[in-house]
Every structure is written in C-alpha cells, then in structure tokens.
C-alpha cells in the first residue's frame, strides 16, 4: 500500500495545470512529491514541475485520507514512466485517462522542441526525438487519435526501428489509415515516404525527423 498525499499535498495536486500537469508550490511541497513518484522536475530552465502519470492518477481519484491509494497503469512501462504505445501491446483500448495522458505528453514533448530547438522551434523534432525515434514517432500518432494495434490484430498502425539511421517504419495495413498516419507525421515535423513491401502488395511508412 502507498501512503496518500497530505492534505496540502492533494491541493497542489489538484491545482496543477489540467493539460500540462505543471504544478505550483512550495519548494518542499514539491520536492516531497518528487519524492513519492507524484510529480517530477523539469531539467531545463525554469525547471517547472509537472505531474507523473501517477500524480494525474492521484487527482483523478476521490480524496479519500483513510483509503490506500493504488491505481493499475494505463500502459506497460519498465519504470512507471509514460510511454507510447508503438502498435502490437497487449492493453485495453484507451479511456479518458489514457487520453489525457497522451495529450499532456505531447504538449510536454512540444515544450521541451521549444525550450531546446534553436529559434524556440516547435515545428520540428528535437534532439530527444531523434534518439528515441520508436517512441517520438509513436506519440505523435496516438496524439493525433490514431488507434495502434492492439496484440497480434490486424487492425492499427505499428511502428517499428529500421536499419536505417534516423528512420522507423509504420504499418497499418488499412491504406487510407496509413496515408493518415503519414499526414499527421509530416504535420508533426517528420519527413515521410510510402514505400512497397517486396514481394508483397502490402504498403509502409519511412519517416525521419525533419532538421529544417
């Protein structure tokens, strides 16, 4: 069991940003939160703190002093960190909380373009993105309502690593999906290109982070 948060805790909590989770408090209001997982600390300047999945979780719930706080996580994780779901998860189709979860990852992944791109811009990937491509690309999908594959489906789109430097591919054996998931990626500042399967009638997606 998880001890709940302390009443001022919980008001921190429950005043942070409804999009972006940033939070507002004391200093020790907000170190304690980092502390148990609920918030965490940006690494850029002006080093503003922002709600953990959990913390979004924890304002979600009904305040309840005497209950035990737990919470099954939206999305399979090695370390309780938000992930994207790249296509072939074993997960339920997503709810309210998984979508605002996306949202606030997204708009978070938009700051951090604007806070490390130079010019301030928001139009094109990151160095993040660039080292975590899978991912990158993937969040930007499931942002924009595009629905992955669940487990072994046919259905969805998938994103995968290729041997190609800077480069994932997508799958989503409905055309019209795929040709959407390559709009959205382009709107998002990544370079796309259909490609044929050899040998097959099936199409794909290579898409790298736009530089300029």
């Known amino acids: 069991m998880t001890r709940p948060p302390t009443a001022a805790q919980r008001r921190v909590i429950d005043a942070a940003d409804p999009v972006t989770g940033r939070l507002t408090g004391t200093e020790a209001q907000l170190a304690a939160l980092v502390k148990r997982g609920l918030a965490f600390r940006h690494p850029r300047p002006p080093h503003d703190h922002f709600l953990t999945p959990a913390g979004h979780r924890v304002r979600e719930a009904p305040s309840e002093p005497d209950a035990p706080l737990s919470a099954p996580t939206p999305a399979p994780t090695d370390s309780g960190v938000f992930t994207a779901r790249i296509g072939g998860e074993e997960t339920p189709p997503p709810g309210p909380a998984r979508t605002r979860e996306v949202h606030s990852a997204w708009q978070g992944l938009l700051e951090l373009r604007r806070m490390t791109n130079p010019g301030s811009a928001t139009e ?24 992955p594959a669940a487990g072994t489906g046919e259905t969805g789109y998938r994103v995968r690593a290729t041997p190609q430097p800077e480069a994932v591919a997508v ?23 259909e490609h044929g399967e050899p040998r097959a009638s099936a199409r794909y997606l290579l898409a790298s982070p736009r530089r300029a």
């Open 124 to 147: 094109r990937p990151c160095g993040w993105e660039r080292t975590h491509l899978v991912q990158a690309a993937a969040l930007a999908l499931e942002a924009a309502g595009h629905r």
């Open 171 to 193: 799958r989503d054996p409905d055309v019209t999906a795929l040709r959407a998931c390559a709009a959205t990626l382009e709107k998002a500042g990544w370079q796309v290109s």
